[in-house]
């Protein structure tokens, strides 16, 4: 062979080699369990991975976002090993259409909701019925999560609506896709007041709490976790038990959840 | 097939707001962008390369870099934002002039482009024989530049209409997405991905997106042809 082609084909090789020593890491024994959890496990959930793989030497990839998007996701074939949700709602759809094991599911932790302002706000106002929230906004929006999806936007819309206050802000709202992009806009100033978790505002200095939602004013806050029917990851099943275990719970009761007893029934 | 084109109330919203802010967009980028396209394509100053790189700079960042960087500085708390906020009681969150303010930012570049384009390819020897009859540069630059370089304006118009009507990430990041106010055609199909069961919404609001863009297009050949074949035989 000429000189030229012997280049050619030796660039070519290691090319070939490349691409396979490139691959070759990205076929593991056992894939890394993905979580899809909602958007304001964040915090804890990011503590509790970082511990899990201290502990066991072993990976979880976790992808936050409301659960609605979550839920869709799923459906459309996305490979979640575990789904945990921010209400019951879209869990339940999840079973409906096939695509949980219902076996695994239990209800995990419980929230409340809050409305926050930017820390340098100078108002204060009484989350009661009657109260007027359209007046406090002088003009800006409230920063919900989406009313009829997400679900921190739809226990703020039934909280809303228990406390007289919706037929007045209805229209003032500044819709966002979860729950964590309401309060950014809240943080941001953008915004004068939103609905957010109170997991949420605690993990955000530079927003304050300006009022609790009673608690009989929405549906109980219940986040409730799964396995994936599509799942035969037993790294997820592994996982699932110790997100269920004491060793997770401070994690979650540093954000401001409260834990729900391990292994109890769905409601 | 026969509901598919029946829009929903909110769905229409999307589709008028969304002409809406493209055309306003387009046109306060028109005059703007008449103006730099001539001096980056006639003048020779100090740091233009620096000036054509800022006006070409939202074609190559990510959009969503884009709509933050608005954000940062027309934002309520922004640099620009806040003065005009304080002292002249215009925001731009969560109003439509600030996705025709995102929309606009996005589309410059390619008006720019086009134009500059056709100004370079003008024939200069044209310009100075109107010089030498005793034409001022302002006459010379209204009865014999623009109308040479109309084609190309025009194009510079669509490229950035089309721009905008499809500009979805300095938009959502920017401004969000409130129905009626910044929820353009992109942003609304988005939402209808998020929640399970809006499949038929967005096949309907896609199938409008891609009807307005070929009608822009049509319309932009129409005019180009219509202005060349003016021009040619006058």
């Not at chain 2, 229409?12 to 306003?24: D, E």
């Amino acid at each position: 062979m000429n000189i030229n082609r012997r280049i050619s084909f030796g660039l070519l090789t290691a090319a070939v080699l490349g691409l396979g020593a490139g691959l070759g890491p990205a076929f593991p024994q056992t894939p890394a369990p993905l979580i899809f959890a909602a958007a304001s496990l964040k915090n804890a959930l990011d503590e509790i991975v970082a511990q899990w793989q201290r502990e066991s030497g072993k990976k979880v990839v976790v992808s936050y976002a409301a659960s609605n998007t979550l839920i869709r996701q799923i459906e459309q074939g996305a490979p979640a090993d575990i789904f945990i949700s921010a209400d019951l709602d879209w869990m339940d759809y999840g079973q409906q259409k096939g695509l949980i094991n219902g076996e695994t599911r239990s209800n995990l932790l419980n929230n409340r909701i809050v409305l926050v302002a930017p820390r340098d706000a100078t108002y204060t106002l009484k989350v009661a019925p009657g109260f007027d929230l359209a007046s406090a906004l002088k003009g800006g929006r409230l920063a919900m999560g989406n009313v009829d999806a997400v679900p921190a936007g739809k226990y703020g819309k039934a909280a809303l609506e228990k406390l007289g206050a919706w037929d007045g802000v209805k229209d003032k709202i500044a819709q966002a896709d979860n729950v964590r992009a309401a309060l950014a806009l809240v943080a941001r100033g953008e915004a004068p007041l939103g609905i957010v978790y109170q997991t949420d505002a605690a993990s955000d200095p530079t927003v304050k709490i300006v009022g609790t939602f009673p608690e009989d004013s929405h549906p109980p806050v219940t986040y409730p976790v799964a396995l994936t029917k599509a799942s035969t990851n037993p790294d997820a099943r592994a996982f699932l038990n110790y997100l269920r275990s004491p060793a997770a719970r401070p994690a979650f009761e540093r954000q401001g959840f409260t834990v729900l007893g391990p292994g109890s029934p769905r409601s | 097939m026969d509901g598919l084109l029946n829009l929903s109330p909110e769905e229409w919203t999307a589709v008028r707001l969304s002409v809406r802010v493209a055309t306003v967009a387009m046109l306060t980028s028109l005059p703007i962008g008449i103006a730099v396209a001539y001096v980056l394509a006639r003048c020779k100053f100090p740091g233009k390369t620096f000036v054509d790189g800022i006006v070409l700079l939202p074609l190559i960042l990510p959009p969503v870099v884009t709509g933050y960087l608005l954000l940062l500085t027309f934002g309520r708390r922004g640099l620009v934002g806040s003065f005009l906020a304080e002292h002249f009681g215009i925001v731009f969150s969560f109003r439509w002039t600030g996705a025709a303010l995102a929309c606009g930012v996005m589309g410059f570049p390619l008006m720019v482009r086009a134009i500059r384009l056709s100004i370079e390819a003008v024939d200069r020897r044209l310009e100075e024989a109107a010089g030498t009859l005793g034409a001022n540069p302002l006459w010379v630059f209204i009865f014999i530049t623009f109308p040479l370089i109309a084609p190309g304006i025009i194009a510079g118009m669509i490229l950035c209409f089309a721009k905008a009507m499809g500009e979805f990430g300095a938009t959502i990041t920017f401004v969000s997405n409130i129905p009626g106010e910044t929820q353009t055609l992109p942003s609304a199909i988005y939402t209808f991905t998020q929640v399970p069961g809006g499949e038929a919404g967005a096949l309907r609001l896609t199938l409008v997106s891609i009807a307005i863009s070929m009608g822009a297009l049509v319309v932009s050949e129409v005019m180009a042809r219509w202005v060349g074949r003016k021009m040619w035989t006058e």
